[in-house]
């Protein structure tokens, strides 16, 4: 359980991967896939970020709770994370 900057509180899954693994990949487009038959709308990508790890973060807007899926690479960690968030008002 986390605050957001709104105030909005969120609930957080992660799911960690060796560095770059395809299961990795897999997995993010398992619950993003999951993510948008469950909630029944399409997810809006982020804007391109400049970092040199790789990043991919799509949300979902409902009426009633935002939800993000995101894969992100941590080099220094020699990890990519899979991410879920669920946040509401």
């Known amino acids: 359980m986390s605050l957001d900057l709104s105030g909005a509180r969120a609930q ?24 948008a038959a469950c909630l029944g709308v399409q997810p809006v990508a982020d804007q391109d970020v400049n970092h040199p ?9 409902t009426d009633t709770a935002q939800v993000a899926v995101s894969i992100k690479d941590k080099g220094a960690l020699q990890q990519t994370y899979v991410f879920l968030r669920i946040s509401t008002p």
Do not use: G, I, K
């Open 53 to 61: 790890d790789s990043y991919d973060l799509r949300t979902f807007h």
């Open 12 to 35: 957080n899954c992660r799911w960690p991967f060796t560095y770059r693994a395809p299961e990795a990949t897999e997995a993010f487009d398992a619950v993003l896939n999951a993510t």
